[in-house]
């Protein structure tokens, strides 16, 4: 028997970015040409930004999923090393790092636009796990071959499971009746049953806790016969992007803790509210410090 060598909070497996946001008056129509306010670049994804506000949250991270050998990778790399990301389990090669294009309106709305060129999820032998252990594995979706490997070949006895579902495509769906917890967005529950709380009462029925993230609306969740919901922070929201992200890692975080469930649905909430009064994913990502100040001023009946 194998002796562990490396143990996280949180191993973070799936998609990784570079975003440029723009800063809009409004949504370009045909035609418009159209001035940014601000442009920001920095690096992005669901797993990446869960493995940094892992990171700043205190606990030991690890991301694990492919940046290409380009400018965009490089710079993602650095910003995940910088945060304290363990960044041994991330594959370098020549097709590009994934690039987002986020326009986003005064009011935080905002329109994505996203390019991968010939990038394809990694090969399911292509990272090596033996001797690591982790309270907590993120998954996003975006590398299926690598977590269905992981999913079927490990002994997860005492490892959580968590699937950020952002939306339904194949990785998603693979992924979705295999982890502890599904933790969706509403777009998510809208394209698997039409409705949020058929979907919540149809995959509760597969999963053992399923959680929607209804945005400003807060979440509504059920963990086997139980159910609830809880509401949003109030916040001035300025930027949506990576709202989702930033509640999915201090969800992750959160079960690694070994937090309560009330509790756990507070730190996640106030961490996904925190991120949308800042611009960027990234840096709207909160700090422990920012995390528990949200948390002291927020008492949700």
Same mark, same amino acid.
């Given at each position: 028997?194998?002796?562990?060598?490396?143990?996280?909070?949180?191993?973070?497996?799936?998609?990784?970015?570079?975003?440029?946001?723009?800063?809009?008056?409004?949504?370009?129509?045909?035609?418009?040409?159209?001035?940014?306010?601000?442009?920001?670049?920095?690096?992005?994804?669901?797993?990446?930004?869960?493995?940094?506000?892992?990171?700043?949250?205190?606990?030991?991270?690890?991301?694990?999923?492919?940046?290409?050998?380009?400018?965009?990778?490089?710079?993602?790399?650095?910003?995940?090393?910088?945060?304290?990301?363990?960044?041994?389990?991330?594959?370098?090669?020549?097709?590009?790092?994934?690039?987002?294009?986020?326009?986003?309106?005064?009011?935080?709305?905002?329109?994505?636009?996203?390019?991968?060129?010939?990038?394809?999820?990694?090969?399911?032998?292509?990272?090596?796990?033996?001797?690591?252990?982790?309270?907590?594995?993120?998954?996003?979706?975006?590398?299926?071959?690598?977590?269905?490997?992981?999913?079927?070949?490990?002994?997860?006895?005492?490892? /959580?499971?968590?699937?950020?579902? &952002?939306?339904?495509? !194949?990785?998603?769906? %693979?992924? @979705? +009746?295999?982890?502890?917890? $599904?933790?969706?967005?509403?777009?998510?529950?809208?394209?698997?049953?039409?409705?949020?709380?058929?979907?919540?009462?149809?995959?509760?029925?597969?999963?053992?806790?399923?959680?929607?993230?209804?945005?400003?609306?807060?979440?509504?969740?059920?963990?086997?016969?139980?159910?609830?919901?809880?509401?949003?922070?109030?916040?001035?929201?300025?930027?949506?992007?990576? /709202?989702?992200?930033?509640?999915? &890692?201090?969800?992750? !975080?959160?079960?690694? %803790?070994? @937090? +309560?469930?009330?509790?756990? $649905?507070?730190?996640?909430?106030?961490?996904?509210?925190?991120?949308?009064?800042?611009?960027?994913?990234?840096?709207?990502?909160?700090?422990?410090?920012?995390?528990?100040?949200?948390?002291?001023?927020?008492?949700?009946?």
């Amino acid at each position: 028997m194998s002796e562990t060598l490396i143990d996280f909070a949180v191993l973070c497996l799936g998609h990784a970015s570079y975003d440029l946001v723009f800063s809009v008056p409004h949504h370009p129509a045909e035609d418009e040409k159209l001035f940014a306010d601000s442009l920001l670049g920095c690096g992005g994804g669901p797993a990446a930004n869960a493995a940094v506000i892992v990171a700043r949250l205190g606990f030991k991270s690890a991301f694990a999923g492919y940046l290409g050998r380009d400018v965009y990778g490089e710079s993602h790399l650095q910003e995940l090393q910088l945060a304290g990301v363990d960044t041994r389990f991330v594959i370098r090669g020549d097709s590009p790092t994934p690039l987002s294009a986020v326009l986003v309106k005064p009011d935080g709305k905002r329109a994505l636009l996203n390019y991968k060129g010939d990038t394809q999820p990694l090969p399911t032998e292509s990272i090596d796990f033996v001797g690591i252990s982790a309270k907590c594995i993120l998954f996003d979706g975006h590398e299926p071959h690598i977590s269905l490997q992981l999913l079927n070949q490990r002994d997860l006895t005492h490892t /959580a499971t968590v699937l950020d579902a &952002g939306s339904l495509h !194949a990785g998603t769906r %693979a992924l @979705m +009746d295999k982890v502890d917890y $599904l933790v969706c967005s509403e777009k998510f529950a809208l394209q698997y049953a039409g409705d949020e709380r058929t979907a919540l009462q149809q995959m509760a029925a597969i999963v053992p806790t399923v959680v929607i993230t209804l945005g400003e609306r807060g979440l509504i969740w059920q963990r086997g016969q139980e159910c609830g919901q809880l509401p949003a922070p109030p916040i001035k929201a300025v930027d949506s992007t990576g /709202a989702g992200d930033a509640f999915h &890692g201090a969800f992750a !975080a959160a079960i690694a %803790a070994d @937090m +309560d469930w009330p509790e756990t $649905l507070r730190y996640a909430s106030a961490a996904g509210a925190y991120c949308c009064t800042q611009m960027g994913a990234r840096p709207g990502l909160p700090n422990k410090q920012q995390l528990q100040s949200l948390l002291a001023s927020w008492h949700p009946v």
